[in-house]
């Protein structure tokens, strides 16, 4: 399954979040693989693009960055082209 976590945080909580990952990089668990991060130029979000086993895993990757900011997790799927149809 693949899922877009969106994480938010307030600017005094910038230089802990940059020294967590210098020390412990992604800290993602077995069963995650990030596929890609993007941050919004105004630093206060980022955006994470990942594949995982199960709703756990990305509720545990989740778990290790959520004293620093808020996530929400949206379980995506890919659209592949504009004649798509809607998901329900």
Do not use: Y
């Amino acid at each position: 399954m693949r899922f877009m976590v969106v994480r938010t945080w307030e600017p005094h909580e910038s230089a802990e979040i940059a020294a967590r990952r210098m020390e412990k990089g992604r800290m993602a668990p077995e069963g995650i693989k990030i596929i890609g991060e993007w941050l919004a130029t105004d630093g206060g979000t980022q955006f994470v693009l990942m594949e995982a086993d199960s709703d756990m895993a990305c509720w545990k990757w989740c778990l290790h960055w959520g004293d620093l900011g808020k996530n929400r997790s949206f379980n995506v799927v890919e659209v592949k082209d504009d004649k798509a149809k809607q998901i329900t």
